[in-house]
């Protein structure tokens, strides 16, 4: 299993542009989050989903959307990005009771 | 509501002491709880979790955590400090029951002196 993979590793937008995070597992679980890591702050929740079809926002939602169509896969979508959104970005699933981290995209807008 | 808190932001131990890292707890109903590592540029590592089960638990690489209801307390522990223990730690708990929504702790760096 790969586990959970994010893609890209790194991103540079300017102010206003907008972008796909993507976010994938292959463990076929049901529950899957993104959070946001910012410093000083510990991790984030941005937006979570307990299954296909289901989202729900998290502490800090404002300015991204997230979809589910599938299991696999959990999208996260910047609208317009601020600088604001600078940040390093973690996809997870979770099985159990125990999450299961990607290995985060850092994000920055200038 | 679930929260935590990391009571040092930076703990600074020699090789070979002993290590504590702090966290307290709030929490309406039993919680779940986890420590997190964090290499510098790395993902999280889970090192151990609380379920309800055993309150002493072991994770790996020699750390354990003590679950302390009457303190609201899952402070971590490692009897002897190795260099590659350096890394950012999070105590974390669970925001409802297997949703995957975890509130995390600010964060403790751990700084190993040789």
């Known amino acids: 299993n790969a586990g959970v993979t994010q893609t890209p590793k790194f991103q540079v937008l300017k102010t206003g542009q907008s972008m796909t995070l993507q976010c994938a597992q292959d463990?076929?679980?049901?529950?899957m989050s993104w959070y946001r890591q910012d410093p000083g702050m510990g991790l984030r929740l941005i937006h979570y989903?307990?299954?296909?079809?289901?989202?729900d926002q998290g502490e800090v939602p404002n300015g991204y959307n997230v979809s589910r169509s599938t299991t696999e896969d959990f999208p996260l979508r910047l609208l317009s990005a601020a600088p604001s959104q600078t940040s390093v970005y973690f996809c997870?699933?979770?099985?159990?009771?125990?999450?299961?981290f990607g290995p985060g995209t850092r994000l920055t807008v200038l | 509501a679930q929260s935590v808190t990391q009571l040092d932001s930076h703990v600074s131990v020699s090789e070979g002491t002993p290590v504590l890292l702090r966290c307290n707890y709030s929490?309406?109903?039993?919680?779940?709880l986890f420590w997190y590592v964090q290499h510098p540029n790395k993902g999280l590592q889970l090192l151990l979790k609380?379920?309800?089960?055993?309150?002493l638990v072991k994770g790996i690489n020699g750390f354990e955590a003590e679950f302390k209801k009457s303190e609201t307390s899952f402070h971590l522990t490692k009897p002897s400090a190795h260099m590659s223990d350096a890394a950012e730690y999070f105590c974390?708990?669970?925001?409802?029951?297997?949703?995957?929504?975890?509130?995390f702790g600010q964060g403790t760096t751990l700084q190993v002196k040789p």
């Open positions: 997870a699933s979770t099985y159990q009771n125990t999450q299961y």
């Open positions: 463990m076929n679980h049901e529950y």
């Open positions: 989903s307990v299954g296909a079809g289901i989202t």
């Open positions: 929490s309406s109903y039993s919680p779940s």
């Open positions: 609380y379920t309800s089960a055993a309150t």
């Open positions: 974390v708990v669970s925001g409802s029951s297997n949703t995957g929504k975890l509130i």
